[in-house]
């Protein structure tokens, strides 16, 4: 009977250990002690029996020259060739998912698996680093799926939405022809391209690696120092300079884009944003909530009252030299004049007077929700801390993103908002309605 | 007074593929099962992961138990409980919500219409409360009626625009024709201006009750203060339909008689295929082993389908295999996206393929011992995928919550296997049998849409 009685108060102890870990899983990270030149920030939460190791690389669309665009993403795709037949087999049986992708400023190598597999897979991991698989005919089929995936968004209005306004805002910042480039840049780059780019730029000295996981920090430490000690560095002062020079060739069809006739033709106002730092991170993604971030917004009253469109959305890119940010929707070709003038009132109400109160009270509590739901996927929360840390913004941004936009006042936002959507530098898009090439041109 | 009943099952986390074993018990032991005092099944689980919860209502009055003539009617209900107001003049729910920092969104599939809110964990008894007052007992107004109608129909023309789901759409008229399931929840034009605000109260109210509901909350909660205030705010409310209210009958689904195959012209650049099948219900034994085949054919880093199509032909430029399974019967549909010119050949590949899959050896385990080394295993990668994904959906907590409400509603097995435990049961016969049994067997549905330009 007591050996009974005290047993349940040890479970109950256990209980509450493992209630304390999820609580304090997902608030901060620590800073991983490998010994090696590699920033790595940990952060252990017991929600799910799963790892994500996330490697960021300063190696984004503006790092190679505007005839070699698509080279970025080439190369992140070719940084998770899998070496040998063996490899292959391995990662893949156990279900591990690998990913990688490039913005304008950094290349991202992702890898999810359940905790049960993680040491077999940074394993491999390191091996593809250390020896990446550079051959004719695979960089041959990459090339094609960026093809084919350049045709397929061209059926898709908010991808051509967001290729234009990135030509037009982010193009003369350096970074025209977004990721994948064109079917002339692509054909123009070699293997040596690739190996060359991977030299550069994928140097442990200039990695951050974050590790969301399950498993104790000094496990997940040892595998990383044991794996990743033989990666190749390189210094990061000869690194990541930005190559910034002349454009994409193909860069002007984007100015002028078109699509199918749309149903529900799409509008889009652009706006540039300031280079990143904390500070206009932080604001225009409030602005972003403010603007068109769901009901209650103020785009939203198109939506309701008004009854002019289903979709009424913002979208936001934002990198070290600018950014875009588009308020858009989706109505019938009828009442394209009809929305395109209220939202023209709209921007116009906020560069004369400015948000209300009660608006930038309520788009901050949202924004702070927001932030916090995206933060529960493991994969997600990789991804802030390795980029922020990247980026220069710091990995603690991650926790502490709330506390700022809670410190937002309205005079800040205001002058914020204004330089945003001044007339001069906005610029207007129609997707989808009659002769919309045209149209965008002028 | 009555109490609440409150059991603790674990067998509720069969839903997700926990194993308790690292996590300690903690999970099992912050989580209750609750029959409100009116019936309402909920669900209340505690995670303290970030200071948020999520809370969703889901209650069966999806698009099969609309009447033949009011078609797109239970989804249009869905957007008139998200926006409309309490008096035409008042303010809209979400902006009550929004300036607490609450997100408020809703979905209708043929089975359920699910209303989901995501709040800061202060704001428990407030959105509880709120939620209650949303989605039970309300009448609605002709202004917000008007407004909804023309919206919903904008909504039907973007989804008209995208390509994948307008063959979606095609693919489910065919395969289910004559029954509900056959429709999308967006209904049809005609009906939708028809409907009037007297058809909309009846429908509403003979669906929308709470004895027809189930709720979960999933968050940084505190469990006995969650119950509740869900006993508070959602156990007293009438179960009761009115005597006029509308019948919620479907009809019987009866068998796909014979193969239907669709070509459609589309304005897009790329050509579309969808191969569509009858497959296991929500609740058949089978729906495991249909989740793993189509994880194996095709989604994944390396699905069968892919190597046969994309590898040494180069017939496709993507293709995906994807599974619903809904109460009376499920669908599972291959997608493919190619150039005109491989239409057919790409058809006869998959056709050849589905045919030599009776005798495929794809698992080790189809192998005597002595040849099973490099050989690559399909089926195992299969099933390390779907526990990834299961474990990595588990993460968020509205994907969570929505599971458990669809779950306390649909769910007829008594003693529900966790994923694991189904997945230890499962063998490549069986996945075989269950693959000729819907792949290959019964007639099935092709829709094919080529680019306007090639005709």
């Known amino acids: 009977m007591r050996r009974r009685g005290i047993r349940a108060i040890g479970v109950l102890c256990l209980f509450g250990l493992a209630a304390c870990l999820v609580a304090d899983g997902s608030e901060s990270h620590e800073l991983l002690e490998t010994g090696l030149p590699i920033r790595v ?36 795709r070719t940084a998770l060739e899998i070496p040998s037949a063996l490899a292959v087999k391995e990662l893949l049986e156990k279900g591990i998912q690998l990913s990688s992708w490039v913005d304008g400023d950094q290349a991202v190598l992702s890898m999810t698996s359940l905790s049960e597999h993680f040491a077999d897979s940074v394993k491999i991991l390191a091996e593809m680093l250390k020896n990446p698989l550079v051959s004719g005919i695979r960089l041959q089929r990459i090339k094609e799926w960026m093809g084919n995936r350049e045709i397929a968004e061209q059926d898709s209005p908010m991808a051509v939405m967001r290729r234009s306004m990135d030509e037009h805002f982010l193009g003369p910042l350096g970074y025209s022809g977004g990721s994948m480039g064109c079917a002339e840049t692509r054909k123009s780059i070699t293997k040596s391209d690739v190996v060359a780019h991977l030299d550069n730029h994928y140097g442990k000295e200039q990695m951050s690696i974050a590790v969301v996981s399950d498993l104790e920090a000094k496990r997940v430490a040892a595998l990383l120092r044991k794996h990743f000690k033989s990666l190749k560095g390189k210094p990061v002062e000869t690194a990541n300079k930005p190559t910034n020079s002349a454009p994409c060739p193909c860069a002007g069809h984007q100015n002028a884009p078109s699509i199918r006739k749309l149903e529900q033709p799409l509008l889009a106002w652009g706006m540039p944003l300031p280079p990143l730092n904390r500070e206009s991170f932080v604001r225009s993604r409030v602005f972003a909530r403010l603007l068109a971030g769901g009901p209650g917004s103020l785009a939203w009253k198109l939506r309701d009252p008004q009854g002019l469109a289903y979709t009424v959305g913002c979208d936001l890119r934002h990198y070290k030299h600018g950014g875009v940010m588009a308020v858009y929707l989706r109505t019938d070709p009828r009442l394209l004049d009809k929305a395109e003038e209220q939202l023209e009132a709209i921007l116009q109400e906020l560069l004369q007077i400015g948000v209300s109160p009660a608006q930038l009270t309520a788009a901050i509590s949202q924004e702070v929700v927001d932030w916090y739901r995206s933060l529960q996927s493991k994969r997600e929360r990789a991804w802030r801390l390795a980029a922020f840390d990247s980026n220069g913004l710091g990995a603690d941004l991650t926790a502490g993103y709330p506390e700022l936009v809670k410190g937002l006042n309205k005079s800040d936002m205001d002058v914020f908002i204004r330089n945003c959507v001044n007339p001069d530098t906005r610029w207007r898009l129609t997707l989808g309605a009659a002769s919309d090439a045209r149209e965008n041109l002028q | 007074m009555k109490r609440p009943i409150v059991v603790v099952i674990p067998a509720l986390f069969v839903l997700f593929s926990f194993s308790f074993t690292q996590r300690g018990m903690s999970a099992e032991t912050q989580s209750r099962v609750v029959t409100l005092k009116n019936g309402i099944f909920a669900v209340v689980e505690r995670r303290t992961d970030v200071p948020l ?24 209900i869905e957007h008139l409980i998200l926006f409309g107001r309490s008096r035409p003049e008042s303010e809209t729910f979400v902006s009550r919500l929004r300036s607490r920092g609450g997100f408020l969104n809703g979905h209708t599939d043929s089975d359920l219409v699910t209303i989901e809110l995501t709040f800061p964990r202060d704001e428990l008894d407030f959105a509880v409360d709120l939620m209650g007052k949303i989605v039970f007992n309300r009448r609605f107004h002709q202004v917000d009626l008007d407004r ?11 989804a008209a625009d995208n390509p994948e789901r307008r063959g979606l759409f ?40 709470p004895g027809r509901s189930g709720v979960a909350l999933v968050g940084d909660l505190d469990l006995h203060a969650s119950v509740a205030s869900l006993e508070k705010h959602l156990g007293k409310l009438a179960t009761a339909p009115p005597a006029d209210s ?14 239907v195959d669709i070509k459609r012209n589309m304005d897009v650049q790329r050509a579309h295929i969808w191969i569509g099948f009858r497959a296991p219900a929500y609740n058949h034994h089978h729906r495991v082993a249909m989740r793993v085949l189509s994880q194996m054919l095709g989604r994944g880093g390396y699905p ?18 994807n599974y619903l399974a809904l109460e009376e019967e499920g669908c599972a549909w291959i997608h493919m996206v190619l150039e005109s010119d491989n239409v057919k050949r790409a058809r006869n590949e998959v056709d050849r393929f589905l045919k030599a899959f009776r005798a495929m050896n794809f698992s080790t385990r189809d192998l005597p011992p002595s040849r099973r080394r490099g050989v690559f295993d399909f089926m195992e990668t299969a099933m390390n995928q779907l526990r990834l994904r299961s474990e990595t959906g588990g993460e968020d907590g509205l994907q969570r919550a929505l599971s458990y409400a669809r779950f306390v509603l649909l769910n007829q097995r008594r003693r529900p296997k966790s994923l694991a435990a189904q997945l230890a049961d499962l063998s490549p016969s069986r996945l075989r049998s269950v ?13 094919t849409f080529l680019p306007e330009k090639t005709e």
């Open chain 2, 148 to 158: 909804e109608r023309s919206v919903v129909q904008k909504e039907k023309s973007e």
């Open chain 1, 41 to 76: 920030a940990f952060q252990r939460d017991l929600g799910s029996l799963v790892t994500v190791l996330q490697v960021v690389v300063p190696a984004g669309i503006r790092t190679v020259p505007g005839k070699r665009r698509g080279l970025a993403l080439l190369t992140a």
């Open chain 2, 304 to 321: 069968l389908l892919s190597t046969r199509l994309s590898g040494r032909f180069q017939l496709v430029d993507a293709v995906s295999m």
């Open chain 2, 170 to 209: 095609l693919m489910l008229e065919s395969l289910f024709a004559g029954h509900p399931y056959s429709r999308s929840a967006f209904g049809n034009q005609q009906d939708l201006q028809q409907i009037t605000l007297e058809d909309l109260h009846r429908h509403y109210q003979g669906l929308f009750l």
């Open chain 2, 53 to 76: 919860v999520h809370m969703v209502v889901a209650v069966r009055a999806g698009s099969k138990y609309e009447p033949a003539s009011q078609l797109g009617i239970s989804h249009l």
């Open chain 2, 435 to 447: 693959a000729a049994d819907y792949l290959l067997k019964r007639p099935h549905v092709v829709i």
């Open chain 2, 246 to 259: 509308a019948a919620a009958e479907t009809p019987a689904l009866q068998p796909l008689k014979q193969t």
